[in-house]
């Protein structure tokens, strides 16, 4: 194939989920010249539908708030946990640990989040074209300098960028073509998911809140999200072989948790199932980097942790937007090099693991409400992990006494150094399998 002509933009951004659409405005709003590439046509397919209250922030420097406020997403005051046995947990209100106004957010249905979000950007002057893959990072010795997009009769066009920001989420142009990928040692999870219309729903400031379900045999759990047009998304996410080895389709593995599950099948059991059985692998991984000279990983494409706590949108979001400070900044100063474009990696990154290592204590079996009943005092600052406030240290007073807890022998859960490669059930990348028909 021909390569043809070459374009100048200040930035490149690969991808236009929310941290490529949230880079993008930002850089653009400096008055920078962005240009963003999709390779899909929006409105698109995309599970992560519960936001948590930290997104505010970025939402409001987005100017997304009136749009999200003018929007039927449903609204979110709270997340509650059910175990096992069916008992419920009181809820975690944010506003009652936070009286602000971010401290409500939202249940949204992604594939029209996510296009409000792209078409956000365009009004802040992105120039953003769906339909368009990136081919390949452009690269001089070892500095990114551009991409090659392919247009639709097949011949590839030089784009020359400053910088390129990857947000290509989970496929990781970068990071796949630099090796950087490492798969989590400990969060070796897939996810079984479906759509059900009619599902019972609490009312009041609980008619928005997520459920974490706990299944009955304790080897995974459910979630349990409303959105809008009476719609309720229901996933079952477990351990990789538990979940898809031995078992014959994702409908069965699907109808047997639920089977096994009160707190799910009761819920349900006046419902309608609206669409197929979606399902994805091998979920939680992270870039050994989050910038090289010249180019930017951003939300999946730097990583993905996990379902549980709602994160990964708030992550996206971040990422997004502390990589527009940092290339904002490089553009005014000349220097576009990775110590400055990743100059906001490690804080990041320790926010990440906050998160993580919450994660992988609810898996080993720690109890909200046991910490609650034995540390009550404890609650506002797990509230302000659960909202998302990850990113600054006071709440690491959490651990030692969540450690208090721990049963003989058992030892604390370990960072995760992200440089140092880690072997998943496969050697792949997530793999998200769609039913055919229907797409809510």
């Known amino acids: 194939m021909a390569t043809t002509g070459s374009a100048q933009a200040d930035v490149v951004v690969i991808g236009g989920g929310p941290a490529g659409s949230t880079a993008s405005t ?45 929007s039927p997403f449903v ?45 956000n950007a365009r009004e802040h002057g992105v120039d953003a074209r769906e339909g368009v893959r990136v081919h390949e990072v452009l690269f001089e010795e070892d500095r990114a300098v551009g991409v090659t997009i392919k247009d639709q009769d097949g011949v590839l066009r030089e784009v020359r960028a400053r910088v390129v920001v990857d947000a290509s989420g989970q496929n990781g142009l970068l ?32 008619e928005g809140a997520t459920l974490v379900i706990q299944n009955g045999n304790k080897q995974g759990w459910f979630w349990y999200i409303p959105l809008h047009d009476d719609v309720v998304s229901v996933g079952v996410v477990a351990p990789f072989d538990y979940l898809f080895k031995g078992r014959t389709n994702y409908a069965q593995t699907y109808e047997e948790e639920v089977e096994g599950c009160a707190g799910v099948k009761e819920r349900v059991s006046q419902a309608t199932r609206v669409t197929g059985h979606f399902a994805t692998k091998d979920y ?28 990964g949108v708030l992550l996206a979001l971040r990422s997004g937007e502390q990589a527009a400070a940092a290339i904002v900044e490089g553009l005014a100063s000349g220097d576009t090099s990775a110590a400055q474009l990743g100059r906001w990696g490690a804080a990041f990154n320790a926010g990440v693991d906050r998160m993580r290592r919450l994660v992988c204590e609810y898996y080993d079996g720690f109890s909200f409400g046991a910490m609650i009943r034995q540390f009550p005092e404890m609650r506002g600052t797990l509230t302000d992990l659960l909202i998302g406030d990850l990113f600054d240290d006071r709440v690491d007073k959490v651990w030692a006494p969540l450690e208090s807890l721990y049963k003989e022998g058992k030892q604390a859960i370990p960072t995760w150094d992200a440089g140092t490669p880690a072997t998943a059930s496969s050697g792949k990348a997530n793999e998200l399998v769609l039913p055919e028909g229907h797409r809510p």
Not at 39 to 66: A, C, K, Q
Not at 102 to 111: D, L
Request: aromatic fraction near 14%.
């Open 175 to 206: 990071m796949n073509r630099l090796g950087l990928r490492v798969w989590d040692p400990i969060l070796n999870k897939g996810a079984v998911w479906t759509y059900w219309k009619g599902a019972y729903r609490d009312s009041g400031r609980d």
């Open 26 to 70: 930002l850089i653009a709003q400096q008055g920078h010249r962005v240009v963003l590439f999709e390779r899909d046509r929006f409105p698109r397919f995309h599970i992560g539908e519960s936001l948590i209250p930290e997104t505010y922030w970025v939402l409001e420097r987005l100017n997304m708030l009136p749009k999200m406020q003018a």
């Open 284 to 311: 939680s991984y992270r870039s050994t980097q989050v910038a090289g000279d010249g180019w930017v990983l951003v939300g999946d494409a730097f990583g993905f942790l996990d379902p549980l706590y709602s994160s």
């Open 75 to 119: 609204k979110k005051h709270s997340v509650q946990f059910v175990n096992s046995a069916g008992r419920e947990s009181a809820p975690f209100y944010f506003w009652d640990n936070k009286p602000h106004a971010c401290s409500q957010t939202w249940q949204v249905v992604r594939s029209q989040f996510d296009q409000m979000m792209l078409e």
